[in-house]
């Protein structure tokens, strides 16, 4: 089993910046892959960013050149990092690490973009 647990959401103007963090327990050692997801109201869970064990990145077209996805070595933190803010990265944002076991989830952290 792996928790995690996000933090860093708020409300931020149009431009601005946030950095959201997730902290990850447990049988971290079978994780292959962690990414963020992203939840706006009335539309489906989306993949934002992910990062693989061995290093590489995907990000959605969306959020490349303003989104950074970054981890520590032991895999206990993911950090999104979020510059040049828009009104429609407005969702909720979920952490999530996979093994060959399944898909663990945090609980999210709002994100809320607006004058």
């Known amino acids: 089993q792996v928790q995690l647990v996000e933090s860093g959401g708020g409300l931020v103007q149009p431009g601005g910046s946030l950095r959201l963090s997730c902290t990850a327990s447990?049988?971290?050692?079978?994780?292959?892959?962690m990414g963020w997801y992203r939840q706006a109201p009335g539309k489906p869970r989306e993949l934002v960013a992910v990062?693989?064990?061995?290093?590489?990145?995907n990000y959605a077209d969306s959020v490349k050149g303003r989104f950074t996805i970054a981890r520590n070595i032991a895999k206990t933190m993911l950090y999104l990092q979020m510059n040049s803010l828009k009104p429609d990265d407005t969702a909720v944002y979920y952490c999530?690490?996979?093994?060959?076991?399944?898909?663990?989830w945090g609980q999210g952290t709002q994100v809320t973009v607006s004058s």
């Open positions: 999530s690490y996979r093994s060959a076991l399944g898909a663990y």
């Open positions: 447990g049988s971290i050692l079978s994780i292959n892959a």
């Open positions: 990062e693989t064990s061995g290093g590489t990145t």
